[in-house]
């Protein structure tokens, strides 16, 4: 199993990004995918969540009406496209389907 998260980068306050989790070694259409980020000196916070056929998404309230959370079943990715970006939303995101299985993460710094 492996998640493999790319797309951060620094990005001045109200810039775009678009991350993208490229998912692999289970089946990836039965699962709802989750971005989490976690800032420092913070614990790790879920940002958004998408079912299995992408027909419902749901996000925190910090992030609500600025960030969309889609997927791709042929490509096994899901996606985070982030606008209107905060400094508070510098972290480092990840891709969640299950307790405990990680990726890398992927470094957001929103900075000027």
């Known amino acids: 199993v492996q998640l493999v998260e790319s797309g951060g980068g620094l990005v001045q306050p109200g810039g775009s990004l678009r991350l993208s989790c490229q998912a692999s070694?289970?089946?990836?259409?039965?699962?709802?995918m989750r971005w989490y980020r976690q800032a420092p000196g913070k614990e790790r916070e879920l940002v958004a969540s998408i079912t299995r056929a992408g027909g419902s998404t749901h996000y925190a309230d910090a992030v609500k009406g600025r960030f969309t959370i889609s997927r791709d079943n042929a490509k096994n990715t899901v996606y985070l496209q982030m606008n209107s970006l905060k400094p508070e939303d510098t972290a480092v995101y990840y891709c969640?389907?299950?307790?405990?299985?990680w990726g890398q993460g992927t470094q957001v710094t929103v900075s000027s």
């Open positions: 070694g289970f089946t990836f259409s039965t699962y709802a």
């Open positions: 969640n389907f299950v307790a405990g299985i």
